[in-house]
């Protein structure tokens, strides 16, 4: 898919029914979208493009990189198990949120602060994973 969208800045980040989507630039002028996979790696479903980009309400929300990352990391542990660290933060994380949630109160604001820094450390982490794994859509530097 070639083409430019007026007012598209590419990167793009998105909640697609639930599930983070990326919008990227491709080294040879097209554009890619990456949905995230049941294994928490990028699938590319670049047929999603318009349904996304010209979507009116739904289901379909635009999102900061930094709300990306948040997004990705929270479905990533609830929808992974596993073992070795990144498991071991995602348990924290979940322990932290879950706390809140027994207590029926809001995270803090120390909580809120912790949970998305140890949300960023993950996102890093898998993301290395998948490029050491050929995962052509994986991005470390989007976490940092």
Known sequence: MTGQVPGLVLPA?????DSPV???ASPDGRVRVWRISAEGGWCDE???F???VFAVGGEVFK???AEFVQDVERY????????????ALYETVNGIVDSARRER???TIE???????IRRRTFVMFEEQLMAAGDEAADPGLGG
Request: net charge positive.
């Open 76 to 87: 990533r542990a609830e929808s992974l198990s596993g073992q070795g660290p990144i498991f």
């Open 50 to 52: 318009k349904e996304i």
């Open 22 to 24: 990326k919008i990227v």
């Open 111 to 117: 909580e809120r602060a912790l949970v998305a820094g």
């Open 105 to 107: 109160r809001p995270l």
């Open 46 to 48: 670049s047929d999603l």
């Open 63 to 65: 999102r900061s990189a």
């Open 13 to 17: 980040y998105y909640s697609y029914y």
